[in-house]
């Protein structure tokens, strides 16, 4: 099994920027297709971004394009979501996550993200 940890997160004016981490431990970390995730008050969690374990290929929801970037350091075992120009609607929790498949299966307990208008 492996663990993460997200830390980062902050409460931060619109426009302003955040990056946020992912720190693992347990299995080898490089080995993982790594996501972030995020769930606003009252909404369902959703996906964010997500990286492969060679960097290959990215993906991103369509309301993040363009203002957010995601990257790791396999070395360092570390996952970062680097979050530029914050609108209020960014405001949630934002989750790290392992991806198998597609699907998310583990899990860190989350950092707040909180942007004012």
């Known amino acids: 099994q492996v663990q993460l940890a997200e830390s980062g997160g902050g409460l931060v004016q619109a426009g302003g920027s955040l990056r946020l981490s992912c720190t693992t431990s347990?299995?080898?970390?490089?080995?993982?297709?790594m996501g972030w995730f995020r769930q606003a008050p009252g909404k369902e969690r959703e996906f964010v971004a997500s990286?492969?374990?060679?960097?290959?290929?990215?993906s991103f929801a369509d309301s993040v394009k363009g203002r957010f970037t995601i990257s790791r350091d396999n070395a360092k075992n570390t996952m970062y979501l680097q979050m530029n120009s914050l609108k209020p609607e960014d405001t949630a929790v934002y989750y790290c996550?392992?991806?198998?498949?597609?699907?998310?299966?583990?899990w860190g307990q989350g950092t707040q993200v909180t942007v004012s208008s």
């Open positions: 996550a392992t991806l198998n498949g597609g699907v998310a299966a583990d």
């Open positions: 347990g299995r080898t970390f490089r080995r993982y297709v």
């Open positions: 990286i492969t374990w060679s960097s290959s290929s990215i």
